[in-house]
């Protein structure tokens, strides 16, 4: 948990366990200097500060206005960030993208009426619901591919109250309506939050 802290960001919450080293390696083995690598779910912008340092393009989408602001800070100048909803991926993307690198926004099977891709400020969260819009942005992301680009997921299953959500599973069922999986890398971390009961990178390929 030490190396995971040391990590994250410093505006971040305990709750980012998606690190640098994991969007390093991700980046290596995927994308080339110079290609496009897309986060729609930008968050803290750790997926586009590591790919415009490994010298890659990096592109991302921010629903929050001050978190769009604050990644501009982290690039100094570099990379692109829109102000938008990754719910409008395909309409705010205007080019081709080799590598997407993601982290969607988490949200538990029951007792979690706050919705996650309303950055959690609304109260109309259903799970159902979630992972039909999660189906939407990866169509689209999956549109906006390059033949035989990835798309990368880190994505984990939780407990909550007693409570399972396999979300890991559930939302590569999504997307592999979209695109060929190829693998998935379970992620052992020394001591884990306690609600993330298994933690993923989940990988799949634009085949047609």
């Not at 919450?13 to 998606?18: G, K, S, T």
């Not at 390696?25 to 500060?49: C, R």
């Not at 991926?89 to 949200?107: E, G, W």
Request: with cysteine; glycine share 10%; charged share 25%.
């Amino acid at each position: 948990m030490d190396d995971l802290v040391s990590e994250r960001y410093a505006e971040a919450d305990e709750n980012v366990h998606f690190t640098e080293n994991l969007a390093e390696t991700v980046i290596a083995e995927y994308s080339l200097p110079g290609q496009l690598v897309l986060d729609p779910f930008a968050g803290f912008g750790t997926t586009l500060v590591v790919a415009e340092r490994m010298g890659r393009s990096g592109l991302g989408i921010e629903l929050l206005p001050e978190r769009a602001e604050m990644i501009r800070r982290r690039l100094d100048g570099a990379g692109e960030v829109i102000d938008g909803d990754a719910r409008e991926v395909a309409t705010l993307v205007a080019r081709p993208v080799d590598l997407c690198l993601t982290s969607p926004p988490y949200m538990t099977l029951k007792n979690h009426p706050e919705n996650p891709l309303n950055a959690y400020e609304t109260l109309d969260g259903d799970y159902q619901t979630y992972l039909g819009e999660l189906d939407r942005i990866f169509g689209q992301v999956a549109g906006l591919l390059r033949p035989w680009g990835h798309l990368v997921l880190n994505v984990g299953n939780m407990i909550d109250d007693g409570v399972a959500t396999t979300l890991a599973w559930d939302v590569g069922a999504i997307v592999g309506r979209h695109l060929t999986f190829r693998q998935e890398t379970f992620l052992c971390w020394d001591e884990q939050p306690e609600w993330l009961t298994g933690d993923y990178c989940l990988v799949f390929q634009k085949t047609g």
